[in-house]
Structures are given as structure tokens and as C-alpha cells.
């Protein structure tokens, strides 16, 4: 399904259509926002985050987390790297994915100074008076 490289919107659209899963005995989802922070200011920077690791399946030779149905036929369970999608997934499209266990909290409202070029979370006091914090997910 995909090669050595990837491009992040292909995974998170393969994710829409049901042809990546989180296997039953993967964990939900546990980062915090401090993690979550971090991962953005890594892809930012430019910094190596890791790869995916998959397995090509057929869809109905498994059991998945979530209220998602695999698509039929070949589905890919998400086996590492599946903290950094869901992270992803969820602040690129504002919501938790299909397979989604966990706190969506802790990537909900995640800004990014333009000046300063820094992430932090919404913190009325801080971030409301000032124009140059943008909303991620709007901005994505």
C-alpha cells in the first residue's frame, strides 16, 4: 500500500477510508499534552519522529479497537507509531480517529505562535488578547 516515504495526509485519508486499524491487543491511546506538544514542535523542527510500522491483512482475519469498520478486503493494523497517528489525526482533523481509546483532550486546542514560533495549548490569560497564536486544527 505505501512506499518507504509517505506523505502524513495519505496515511490520516487511509485512516478515513478504513484501511488503517489499531489491532485489539494495541493499547489506547495514553499521550499527554506535553507529548503531544512535542511531536509538533519535532515535525516542526524538522526532527526524525519515528516511522510506521503496518501489517497487511485481510480485514476480516482480525480484531480492531474502536467504533471504525475496516474497509473490505486488505486493511493495514497500525502496529507501531500509533500514538504519533492518533496524535496527528486528531489535531489535523479536529476529531479522534475511528479506532480512537482514550483522551481527546489531550490534543484538542493546540496553538502555534508565529513569532516565536512555539506550541502551546489555549490558555485564555496568555493566548486570547494576542493574533499571532493560531488555532493548529484551523489552521490544518
Do not use: C
Not at 500500500?1 to 478515513?16: E, Q
Not at 493499547?27 to 519535532?42: A, H, I, P
Not at 483532550?105 to 505562535?113: E, G, P, V, Y
Request: hydrophobic letters at 40%.
Amino acid at each position: 500500500m505505501w512506499g518507504l516515504a509517505v506523505k502524513v495526509s495519505t496515511v490520516l485519508d487511509s485512516i478515513d477510508g478504513g484501511r488503517v486499524a489499531l489491532p485489539e491487543f494495541q493499547r489506547g491511546y495514553v499521550w499527554n499534552r506535553e507529548q503531544v506538544r512535542g511531536l509538533f514542535e519535532s515535525l516542526y523542527r524538522r526532527h526524525p519522529v519515528g516511522g510506521l510500522l503496518v501489517w497487511v491483512t485481510e480485514s476480516r482475519s482480525a480484531a480492531y479497537r474502536g467504533d471504525g469498520h475496516p474497509a473490505a478486503g486488505v486493511v493495514n493494523p497500525l502496529l507501531d507509531g500509533q500514538q504519533r497517528m492518533t496524535t496527528l489525526y486528531g489535531v489535523a482533523r479536529g476529531a479522534p480517529p475511528p479506532f480512537f481509546d482514550g483522551n481527546a483532550q489531550a490534543f484538542s486546542n493546540l496553538m502555534f505562535h508565529l513569532e516565536d514560533e512555539v506550541f502551546a495549548f489555549y490558555q485564555p490569560v496568555k493566548i486570547r488578547d494576542d493574533p499571532l497564536w493560531v488555532d493548529v486544527t484551523g489552521l490544518m
